[in-house]
């Protein structure tokens, strides 16, 4: 009888036998699937003082693996394992770590790993970077379903990646993400094989790189990152085989900047968000992109660096600005479309000359618009089937980041795509625009025969970092799987099957919070409202769950019973129109409840020079969702699934939530605060 290729999810690997479904819904598995799996009769079992040998030669970065392989035995298994010292040779049950070479006229592989499975476990690459791919693959591998008694299955799994670009791009200048976020998204990466973190460092809202070339652009309060914590970050990123590429966004998304510095812009004066653009003619504005890039480069050791380009909303303002019209004539050029491809080829050239290979959204290039910038520019694929199909055409090579569906959180997507339409894209396609998250398939055009992709980006934009993870996972996991695994990943099924067999654990033990299991407070809405002397003072009721606040003045506010610093605070406002008020305070100074509120306002408005476009957030009609995250000095707004601001509370202090009524009348239900003060970082 001619055998059937089966999956078995309990030890992850491929079983020549015609029934192997018994124990796929009980074992723990792989994620990213390998590429060629092969299994042999019976366990390896994990002991403690096992020994984890580095086969000669031994470098820092070896020892560095080794130290990442005990650490998670630790972690996952609960084994103390043992790094032995150069020479010492293994005894049976040992993991032997090994870098092998490779013959001169064969290509090299260098995120390739083999791991072997006997009466030891050995791990050879070509590359320090395969050693460690092996390394998380051997962690996943373990089954810690027999309490005491881990093991791995016996066998061999060679594997290595279908796309050299695997990344996530995180978004820290809408909402502020701090470090530990950051730390713990790069070590869920490494166990997912995403090797690229593409940090966006500076748009319209704020910088957060530290600049000490221009320090304006990091006004007092505003949270940042130094060059010394970026640094820090990089080293830690390398650790775990992620490499970072920082964003800078010109000449457009310039508010901050052109706030900080006016003469950045082609008049010399401070513009709203969406209006402001570097002067591609004054040679200041030259200056400033040289610097910044020479003080990224000093940093970052990335081969890239993006530097943005989309989106020059107010680019029509070149059109009439000496400088930019000099610049036209002297460049030979005649209209504003040609003028911006020369500000793309000059940002190509100021990044060649500092070491690095330039990187931009690929509404940069406008591919009917001759000349084009050099050919050698990346091309950050994220929108416009069509446009992209002609950049390929035109000979670019792209990364693909089509928002439909890789947009895993955003303003525009905002909760993104299903899981399912997610798992079904590849690099070879992209998202077409009609393409919507509730189709039952994902619409996508196939990108050319011959198109060069790198691979892929997921892209988490415009979120608080609470909400951003609950966005992200599971779907940065589909992704992750398809940009490694390529063909190999199998179906839908087995993919959703192998999810659910212990990724969640996973996360959780790589520091991902489950801000659904924190207990959660009602406030305002029962026994303690109704026992409330302040309710009768102010004329708040509650009826059918709803807490209605009063149309008249009022001479008191509620004020919670306990005092909050970081917390998540949910709850949902009706109102007859939007006053820009939601009647929260938070962070609240002790007072008679008679006292007006001395706190945090948290507004439904926007701050000054920011917008919302969108009509469900801007005007408020009907029920609306509102979470309102306080973590440390930033707090965050988001409405219906929309950002609508973060911003810096100069007075983080613990104090209690009060809610106020602003003389009009408005109703408030399912009120719930979860404290975040109990949670740890890891």
């Known amino acids: 009888m001619k055998p059937n290729h089966c999956l078995l999810i309990g030890s992850l690997l491929f079983l020549c036998h015609p029934v192997a479904n018994a124990a796929t819904a009980v074992h723990p598995s792989l994620l990213p699937w390998p590429q060629k799996v092969q299994t042999e009769a019976g366990q390896f079992a994990l002991r403690d003082g096992m020994q984890i040998i580095i086969a000669q030669p031994v470098s820092a970065r070896t020892q560095e693996i080794a130290d990442l392989l005990r650490d998670g035995l630790r972690s996952v298994a609960g084994i103390a394992g043992k ?24 290509p090299a592989k260098t995120e390739a790993y083999t791991l072997r499975i006997a009466q030891n476990i050995e791990i050879t690459a070509e590359d320090p970077r395969g050693l460690l791919w092996g390394v998380q693959t051997l962690l ?52 997912y094989k995403l090797n690229i973190l593409h940090l966006h460092l500076t748009d319209d809202q704020a910088w957060r790189f530290e600049t000490k070339a221009f320090p ?11 060059q010394a914590e970026l640094r820090e970050l990089v080293v830690y990123a390398q650790r775990y085989g992620v490499e970072i590429i920082p964003e800078f966004d010109f000449p457009g998304h310039a508010h901050a900047a052109v706030t900080a510095y006016p003469e950045l812009d ?41 530097l943005g380009a989309d989106e020059p909303f107010a680019v029509k303002r070149w059109t009439t600005c000496p400088f930019c019209q000099a610049r036209m004539k002297a460049r030979g050029v005649t209209t504003t479309a040609q003028l911006y491809h020369t500000v793309v080829a000059d940002l190509d050239e100021l990044a060649k000359r500092h070491g690095k290979k330039l990187m931009v959204w690929n509404d940069a290039i406008h591919p009917e618009v001759t000349p084009l910038p050099p050919k050698d520019i990346l091309i950050d694929a994220w929108a416009g089937s069509d446009d992209v199909i002609k950049l390929a055409h035109a000979g670019y090579t792209l990364v693909n980041s089509s928002n439909r569906p890789l947009y895993i959180s955003s303003y525009s997507k905002r909760d993104g795509f299903p ?101 959660a407070e009602m406030l305002f809405t029962g026994q303690d409202l109704r026992a409330s002397d302040a309710a009768a003072k102010t004329g708040f009721a509650v009826a059918d769950g709803v807490l209605h606040a009063p149309a008249g003045p009022a001479d008191a506010a509620l004020r919670s019973a306990t005092d909050y610093r970081n917390f998540i605070l949910t709850f949902e406002r009706r109102a007859a129109e939007n006053t820009g008020e939601t009647g929260f305070f ?32 801007r005007d408020l009609v009907g029920w609306n969702r509102f979470e309102l995250v306080a973590n440390g000095r930033v707090v965050s707004l988001t409405i219906n699934g929309y950002l609508a601001w973060s911003k810096t509370d100069p007075s983080p202090r613990a104090g209690p939530i009060v809610l106020v009524g602003d003389g009009r009348g408005f109703e408030v239900r399912n009120i719930r605060v979860r404290s975040l003060d109990s949670v740890p970082s890891l």
């Open 83 to 106: 790094i032995e010292p150069d020479g010492v040779q293994p005894a049976s049950g040992a993991v032997i770590l090994k870098l092998v070479s490779r013959s001169s006229d064969v």
């Open 216 to 226: 304006l652009c990091n006004p007092p309060g505003e949270p940042f990152y130094t």
């Open 419 to 519: 899981l399912r339409l997610v798992w079904q894209w590849t690099p070879r396609e992209f998202g077409r625009r009609e393409a919507n998250v509730n189709d039952s398939d994902l619409k996508s055009e196939p990108l050319p025969d011959g198109t060069r992709v790198l691979g892929g980006q997921a892209c988490a934009w415009a979120t608080e970092q609470h909400l951003m993870e609950r966005r992200l996972y599971p779907r940065l996991l589909a992704v992750a799987e398809t940009l490694w695994s390529g063909t190999h990943r199998g179906d839908y099924a087995g993919f959703s099957a192998r999810l659910a067999a212990g990724q969640s654990a996973r996360l959780r033990g790589l520091g991902v919070p489950d801000d659904d299991a924190l207990p």
């Open 266 to 306: 082609c008049e010399g004066k401070t513009r709203p968000m969406d209006e402001a653009i570097f002067c591609a003619g004054k040679p200041f504005t030259w200056e400033f992109i040289d610097k910044v890039i020479a003080e990224a480069a000093d940093i970052f050791p990335a081969h890239e660096i993006h």
């Open 140 to 191: 996943q591998a373990i089954d810690t379903s027999h309490p005491g008694s881990p093991s791995v299955a016996q066998g061999e799994i060679d594997d290595a990646p279908a796309y050299a670009w695997r990344a996530v791009m995180l978004d820290p200048v809408r909402s502020f993400l701090d470090l530990d976020f950051i730390r713990r998204t790069i070590r869920v990466m490494s166990a």
């Open 586 to 617: 938070i962070r609240c100074v002790k007072a008679d409840a008679s006292a007006k509120p001395q706190g945090f306002d948290v507004r439904s408005a926007p701050p000054p020079g920011m917008k919302i476009n969108v009509t469900d957030v």
